[in-house]
């Protein structure tokens, strides 16, 4: 599968925003996907994650609250709806996929082989 990931932007602190991340090729509802983001000097963290359905999310505590990601399997598309934003979420922003079985939710980089692009937020404050 082939992710590209867009939405990003320049937005003020307390503001919202949504990326989304297209998926091209069949079969997006065998895939578990995440969002994960890397700052500048720091490592590609975990942000969120969502299994095959769209049932079963999981978050960074530093996200808590404030992000939401959803799917949508029709529209083979994957969402991180993002408010209340802060400075320290100014980040590249990357999808992520990896074919699953089950309905797990996944959180470690390693397990995903499917990576888009990275999509730029920087929150002003």
């Known amino acids: 599968v082939q992710l590209q990931a867009s939405g990003g932007g320049l937005v003020q602190t307390g503001d919202s925003l949504r990326l989304s991340c297209a998926a091209s090729?069949?079969?997006?509802?065998?895939?578990?996907m995440g969002w994960f983001r890397q700052a500048p000097g720091k490592e590609r963290g975990f942000v969120a994650g969502?299994?095959?359905?769209?049932?079963?999310?999981k978050y960074a505590d530093s996200v808590k609250g404030r992000f939401t990601i959803s799917r949508d399997n029709h529209e083979n598309t994957l969402y991180l709806h993002m408010k209340n934003l802060k400075a320290e979420d100014t980040a590249v922003y990357y999808c992520?996929?990896?074919?699953?079985?089950?309905?797990?939710?996944?959180?470690?980089?390693?397990?995903?082989?499917?990576w888009g692009q990275g999509t730029l937020v920087t929150v002003s404050s």
């Open positions: 992520a996929a990896t074919w699953d079985h089950g309905r797990s939710v996944y959180s470690d980089p390693n397990v995903y082989n499917n």
């Open positions: 969502i299994n095959r359905s769209g049932g079963n999310t």
């Open positions: 090729g069949r079969a997006f509802d065998n895939y578990a």
